[in-house]
């Protein structure tokens, strides 16, 4: 944060009895340089209902003061407003004399909503961890606030366990490490019997005792009477009076009373230091790690995972035993095609079905228990938030990824072969895959109100692509352009063994486009109509650089047999051709002849041919309209003025067609490199022990050990 927040310096006493014109809502002749903050107009509405109307009023430096009234009077949502949370139709407010805008209230002012119990599945020390961790508290200041707020008997025990009154504590401790100059609580005596009222008002006496100041949302006048020093009367929205608890009274005609009034600001200079990153990774790692969720889809995807690889085991045993009396059966067994693409495969289906809900928990839980407002009040951009989440989700994907590993480590001891370019290359795929659904339930989490709901927005991306892969795909025209936006084309390209740079940076540009969106979102204190044009504007920008994304046509085989490549003799020809080659073909797109051509001839020429450009006749075909056209099935070439026709797919008659065209001759072929193949006949029976026994055994111990108390406050419990 770049700006500093000067506390005023000492003077003289601060007049606390002047009696304010309910119409202003501020003291006549109260000194300008007394008041830390000064709201001119509060204006809100919900549809049609005035929730604040024209709300002004000072709060002065060091004190405690109380915004008092009945139900409803609107005390929540001016704390809100004031916090930056809530969006309001105007909102002027100054802080020491200067504009302060609802995007940099945050650095000065810390607000502690009611009824909120944040990050219930975590320890009630590792909550404080963390916001300690964000604003650099030393242990000293811990361990005080900790037995000021007398949290000790539950540090071990978990947010949710926490009976109302230990759950405010732990908020007002929060509140503590906090170090804004203001800080709001709305009801902070919600859940304290008397004596437990008395011991929390000595310590926010001690609090504002250090240079804070406090705004307390009460509707008790008890209460309020105990702590508080000056007062705000709020009744249907609109500020009736603000003052001393005798000036209040004597506007409404009730008899007088006594009040304490000591408190002078102390001099300071307050600036909140820029926040580490690593605090808030730790924080979303253990609310991915101390959930249920991740450990429940491990569970699940261990069956899953390790019967398809017991299968694929099976099958390629069966093929491997005709392959060993046969070497050109043996050339065409691949473990990319017989292993890794089936083991992968089921955890596609479980990261497609299972991972929403992990990825969304990382936000939709924060949003349902309110810690989200604690959390946009930290000094943490927006992108910052989202980044560490998506983070989060990565872990989590690498975690939902231990079954599939641990059946590459089992192909390994069965004396399995891996080619560890197609290996890595196959898993970087997964890993796009998996950040991209991530991304996408992040954005399904910002702009839900709940989880169940951000869970169907995601669940209709990731189902609805195969929705579109069984329907769509192969039909001409829009149709096709529709299938191409399925998120299972993805992966189709890594499990061919290719390595697209075009489609690396389309998958990138869709992830950080759904992750701005969620950025978007995120600010709960953002009007919609602004968060929609923003969304117009993420959208707009990721649809260019998809555009571009499109044009890169580089890549890489990354696969032993080199089956997306022609051979090394014919490749060097080809690249050296700088002609421009059009091939124009007469087929319609769901002809079976035209993906055999795409697949053994187009797409090898597109990536090795500098000039290349490849159409079909008459724009889009079908093989119904074309039954009796001569042509149909023709294949034409045009190289630098000469061209040809072929009628066949196959590469062993297309290129010497071409050599021809570019008059050059055949090269020999490159002597070697011919693809072995890996047959190999196991019984893959053994591995079903470990998926069924033994991984589920480490999972429950890993769950279990993500629930234990940590080391460093096993210590500060003892000390404390």
């Not at 929609?532 to 990354?558: E, H, K, Y």
Request: net charge neutral; with cysteine.
């Amino acid at each position: 944060m770049d700006r500093a927040f000067q506390l005023v310096p000492p003077g003289p006493p601060i007049q606390r009895n002047a009696q304010l014109p309910a119409e202003s809502g501020r003291a006549s002749g109260q000194a300008d340089d007394q008041v830390l903050l000064r709201v001119d107009s509060i204006n809100k509405r919900y549809a049609d209902e005035v929730v604040l109307a024209d709300v002004a009023f000072d709060i002065q430096a060091g004190e405690i003061i109380g915004i008092i009234g009945p139900n409803g009077a609107g005390k929540t949502t001016l704390l809100e407003v004031l916090a930056g949370t809530v969006p309001a139709e105007s909102s002027d407010v100054q802080w020491l004399g200067r504009p302060l805008p609802s995007s940099r209230r945050r650095e000065a002012i810390f607000y502690l909503p009611d009824g909120v119990r944040p990050y219930q599945d975590q320890l009630v020390t590792r909550v404080l961890s963390f916001f300690a961790d964000v604003y650099r508290r030393p242990a000293d200041e811990v361990t005080s606030t900790i037995e000021a707020v007398r949290l000790t008997p539950v540090l071990s025990k978990r947010v949710n366990s926490l009976s109302k009154g230990y759950g405010r504590r732990l908020m007002l401790a929060l509140g503590l490490l906090a170090p804004h100059p203001l800080l709001l609580m709305d009801e902070p005596f919600d859940g304290f019997d008397l004596r437990q009222t008395s011991e929390i008002v000595g310590v926010l006496r001690k609090e504002v005792s250090k240079g804070r100041t406090l705004a307390l949302a009460i509707h008790q006048l008890l209460d309020a009477e105990r702590v508080c020093d000056r007062f705000i009367l709020l009744a249907d929205g609109h500020v009736r009076g603000v003052g001393t608890l005798n000036d209040l009274r004597e506007g409404t005609g009730l008899t007088s009373g006594s009040l304490e009034d000591i408190f002078l600001a102390l001099p300071e200079t307050f600036q909140i230091q820029k926040a580490r990153l690593r605090p808030l990774l730790v924080k979303e790692l253990w609310e991915i790690l101390g959930g249920r969720a991740l450990w429940t889809m491990l569970v699940l995807m261990c069956p899953l995972v390790g019967y398809s690889f017991f299968q694929a085991v099976s099958l390629y045993g069966e093929a491997s035993a005709a392959g060993l009396q046969s070497p050109v059966l043996a050339s065409s067994l691949s473990p990319l095609d017989g292993i890794l693409v089936p083991t992968l495969g089921a955890s596609y289906v479980a990261v497609t079905l299972l991972f929403p809900f992990v990825a969304i928990r990382v936000l939709g839980q924060e949003k349902e228990s309110g810690a989200l407002r604690l959390l946009v009040q930290m000094p943490y951009r927006s992108s910052t938030l989202i980044a560490a989440k998506l983070a989060a989700v990565l872990v989590a994907w690498v975690f939902s990824s231990i079954p599939a590993f641990s059946a590459l480590v089992i192909w390994r001891l069965f004396g399995g072969h891996l080619f560890a370019p197609e290996t890595l290359n196959l898993l970087f795929g997964h890993l796009l895959y998996g950040l991209l659904v991530g991304a996408i339930a992040l954005f399904a989490a910002s702009v839900s109100e709940s989880a169940a709901t951000a869970a169907i927005v995601t669940l209709a991306f990731t189902i609805g692509s195969w929705v579109l892969d069984f329907t769509v795909a192969g039909h001409p025209g829009l149709l096709e352009l529709v299938a191409n936006l399925s998120l299972t084309q993805v992966l189709h390209t890594f499990e061919q063994g290719q390595l697209s740079l075009g489609l690396v940076a389309g998958i990138g540009t869709a992830a950080c486009g759904f992750a701005a969106l969620a950025t978007v979102w995120l600010p709960p204190g953002v009007h919609v109509r602004n968060k929609l044009v923003g969304s117009i504007a993420c959208v707009l920008a990721a649809a260019i650089v998809l555009g571009l994304a499109t044009q890169i046509r580089f890549s890489i085989d990354v696969t032993e047999d080199q089956r997306n490549s022609f051979p090394v003799a014919d490749q060097r020809v080809l690249a050296s051709l700088a002609g421009p080659l059009v091939v124009t073909v007469h087929l319609a797109p769901e002809d079976p002849r035209y993906a055999d051509l795409q697949r053994n001839v187009l797409a090898k020429l597109e990536r090795v041919l500098p000039n290349i450009s490849v159409g079909l006749a008459g724009g889009r075909q079908s093989v119904a309209t074309n039954a009796g056209d001569d042509r149909y099935g023709e294949v034409e070439y045009n190289y630098d003025g000469r061209s040809d026709i072929s009628r066949s797919t196959s590469p062993r008659e297309i290129l010497p067609l071409l050599y021809g065209l570019a008059d050059v001759s055949r090269p020999a072929p490159a002597p070697g490199g011919d693809y072995p193949g890996y047959p190999l006949v196991i019984r893959g029976e053994v591995a079903l022990l470990w998926f069924f026994g033994g991984l589920p055994l480490c999972i429950a111990l890993g769950w279990w050990w993500s629930r234990r108390l940590p080391i460093d406050y096993r210590k500060l419990q003892k000390e404390a």
